[in-house]
């Protein structure tokens, strides 16, 4: 829980291996500063290996004093991870190709910096509407940016999860930055695509809306992602700004 004069943030965070999966890849973090949720790949371990490396990076941002420059904090921590998995990767060969994605939100008391590379989401429920405030780096949303294919036809494409960017792989490492200001009674979920790619925003929506305990709450959206199938690893922050009093 973290404290200042205009708000507080509050929080919970959940992480599950999921049905079909042999371990999980995915690396969760929830502190008073920086939610996080990084979804690896690369094989073997090396997706675990990967996105528990960029966590570790990031969450040197949570002990920091509050910058001037959130923004700026952010991408200096972001180009430090990509820095240490290509340093890994360059001494042990058998990690080439491993990479994550990354979202990220830092808080300063008032407003959040948030960072996105990959396919993992964050979304936004405020008076009662579901915003998802990242857009997926993949091939098929860039086709349905184009017009070429519509939201129904990309969320069921055999391939909607092939990246266009990650953290640590082959392709641009550039991270979407923004900054949000916030209101109270905001709730902000950050997510894995083990659950954004199973439950569908209604039921996100709704539990987000109905629950009142956040890790109840996400507990809820694990149990939903694995009566869906859960066919990947599942992971979600969960985190609510409320009003001082």
Same mark, same amino acid.
């Given at each position: 829980?973290?404290?200042?004069?205009?708000?507080?943030?509050?929080?919970?965070?959940?992480?599950?291996?999921?049905?079909?999966?042999?371990?999980?890849?995915?690396?969760?973090?929830?502190? %008073?500063?920086?939610?996080?949720?990084?979804?690896?790949?690369?094989?073997?371990?090396?997706?675990?290996?990967?996105?528990?490396?960029?966590?570790?990076?990031?969450?040197?941002?949570?002990?920091?004093? %509050?910058?001037?420059?959130?923004?700026?904090?952010?991408?200096?921590?972001?180009?430090?991870?990509?820095?240490?998995?290509?340093?890994?990767?360059?001494?042990? %060969?058998?990690?080439?190709?491993?990479?994550?994605?990354?979202?990220?939100?830092?808080?300063?008391?008032?407003?959040?910096?948030?960072?996105?590379?990959?396919?993992?989401?964050?979304?936004?429920?405020?008076?009662?509407?579901?915003?998802?405030?990242?857009?997926?780096?993949?091939?098929?949303?860039?086709?349905?940016?184009?017009?070429?294919?519509?939201?129904?036809?990309?969320?069921?494409? %055999?391939?909607?999860?092939?990246?266009?960017?990650?953290?640590?792989?082959?392709?641009?490492?550039?991270?979407?930055?923004?900054?949000?200001?916030?209101?109270?009674?905001?709730?902000?979920?950050?997510?894995?695509?083990?659950?954004?790619?199973?439950?569908?925003?209604?039921?996100?929506?709704?539990?987000?809306?109905?629950?009142?305990?956040?890790?109840?709450?996400?507990?809820?959206?694990?149990?939903?992602?694995?009566?869906?199938?859960?066919?990947?690893?599942?992971?979600?922050?969960?985190?609510?700004?409320?009003?001082?009093?």
């Amino acid at each position: 829980m973290s404290n200042n004069a205009s708000f507080t943030l509050r929080y919970a965070a959940r992480t599950d291996v999921g049905l079909r999966r042999q371990q999980n890849e995915d690396s969760v973090y929830a502190g %008073p500063r920086l939610l996080a949720v990084a979804d690896g790949m690369g094989g073997h371990s090396h997706g675990e290996v990967a996105s528990a490396t960029v966590i570790a990076t990031m969450s040197s941002l949570d002990s920091d004093p %509050p910058s001037d420059d959130l923004l700026g904090s952010m991408e200096t921590a972001i180009t430090e991870a990509g820095r240490r998995l290509k340093d890994m990767a360059g001494r042990d %060969p058998k990690l080439t190709g491993m990479g994550t994605t990354l979202t990220a939100m830092l808080w300063d008391g008032t407003r959040f910096a948030l960072a996105h590379i990959g396919d993992s989401r964050a979304y936004m429920l405020r008076d009662g509407c579901l915003y998802q405030i990242t857009r997926d780096h993949t091939l098929v949303q860039s086709l349905v940016d184009d017009g070429q294919m519509t939201a129904e036809q990309a969320a069921a494409h %055999p391939r909607r999860s092939l990246l266009m960017r990650a953290l640590g792989g082959s392709g641009s490492v550039e991270p979407d930055l923004t900054m949000r200001d916030v209101c109270a009674g905001d709730r902000y979920l950050i997510c894995s695509d083990g659950l954004s790619g199973v439950v569908g925003p209604q039921a996100l929506h709704e539990t987000l809306t109905t629950m009142g305990d956040l890790g109840e709450a996400a507990e809820r959206l694990i149990d939903l992602a694995k009566d869906g199938g859960g066919p990947d690893n599942i992971s979600c922050v969960v985190a609510e700004v409320l009003a001082n009093t």
